[in-house]
């Protein structure tokens, strides 16, 4: 029992010592692109560390476990590469931890495995993996239809956006003002896959103008077309809008320089107390809403 105790009392000091030390071979990251676009070169990374006993005997690197990439310091030939259809090592890390792969094709989409040993007798291994999927990008951004140039409060607006052809299918937001519209304003979202694989995706928005919709005197439709974080475009339309002439009319009775109370006054020969002012404004105003 004193010997355990020694023993733990011996580990927590040398943890405070070397708090960044390990016992054994241990991987400490493992970074795959989730996404990565057609054409394009992904970076692959590995990190590990070693126990302060311990040495390095091998890393490899598989994609749907069939290995494509070894680094084994030891070798005559250190780094090896293994041919594999859609995956071809550029260029490496001189410890194989970092591996560029040549412009991806619709066959480097898989799983990656990095698998990292420790030299014998015990040869420990520890390994990780993540999945990459190879997009295809819209050759264009969204397109709106169905707007029109002017819309008043009671108006119906729909319209309709539609992303380009894109693997996998792209994923669209509608915006009103700036802010995310409502699940009430949205129609049921349509995809369309085509012969080639490329899809296309559809989302309507449907809703009745109210004023609230007007805040600077315009309307802006904005459609957001995103796939993961590779893909980010958006297309935006402002229209404008009009207020009903009863509207309009009573904004200007209320604002006019030269109100109708005014003109009374005027004409009436002699000056005005200031409740009788007030009592001829009011009665001026309530005569004109009800005749509007």
């Known amino acids: 029992m004193a010997d355990g105790g020694t023993l733990t009392a011996v580990i927590l000091t040398f943890l405070q010592i070397y708090p960044g030390a390990v016992f054994s071979l241990e991987l400490l ?3 795959v692109p989730s996404h990565v676009p057609l054409g394009t070169r992904a970076l692959l990374a590995c990190r590990w560390a070693l126990a302060p006993h311990d040495s390095l005997y091998s890393v490899k690197w598989y994609k749907d476990g069939k290995e494509f990439f070894r680094h084994v310091p030891r070798d005559l030939e250190p780094r090896r590469k293994f041919p594999l259809p859609g995956v071809d090592v550029e260029k490496s890390s001189a410890n194989g931890a970092n591996v560029t792969l040549s412009p991806a094709v619709v066959e480097t989409a898989g799983r990656y495995r990095c698998e990292v040993s420790g030299e014998r007798p015990l040869f420990p291994t520890v390994s990780d993996h993540g999945d990459m999927m190879v997009v295809a990008l819209p050759e264009h951004g969204p397109t709106i239809v169905g707007s029109r140039l002017r819309y008043r409060v009671g108006d119906r607006v729909q319209v309709n956006c539609t992303s380009g052809r894109s693997r996998p299918a792209t994923r669209l937001a509608w915006y009103v003002n700036g802010e995310p519209a409502p699940t009430s304003y949205l129609l049921p979202l349509q ?7 490329l899809e296309t995706t559809s989302l309507g928005l449907d809703f009745k103008v109210k004023p609230k919709h007007f805040r600077r005197g315009d309307l802006k439709l904005k459609c957001l077309a995103t796939i993961a974080t ?3 475009r958006s297309n935006e339309e402002s229209v404008q809008g009009e207020r009903p002439k009863g509207y309009a009319k009573a904004r200007e009775v209320t604002f006019e320089g030269d109100s109708r109370a005014d003109r ?5 020969g002699r000056r005005l107390t200031p409740a009788l002012t007030f009592l001829l404004v009011m009665f ?3 005569s004109w809403d009800r005749l509007t």
Do not use: C, F, N
């Not at 995809?191 to 694989?197: A, L, N, T």
């Open 191 to 197: 995809e369309h896959r085509g012969s080639d694989g």
């Open 230 to 232: 590779v893909y980010w």
């Open 284 to 286: 001026t105003q309530i």
């Open 29 to 31: 990251e493992l970074r």
């Open 264 to 268: 009374v006054q005027a004409s009436g």
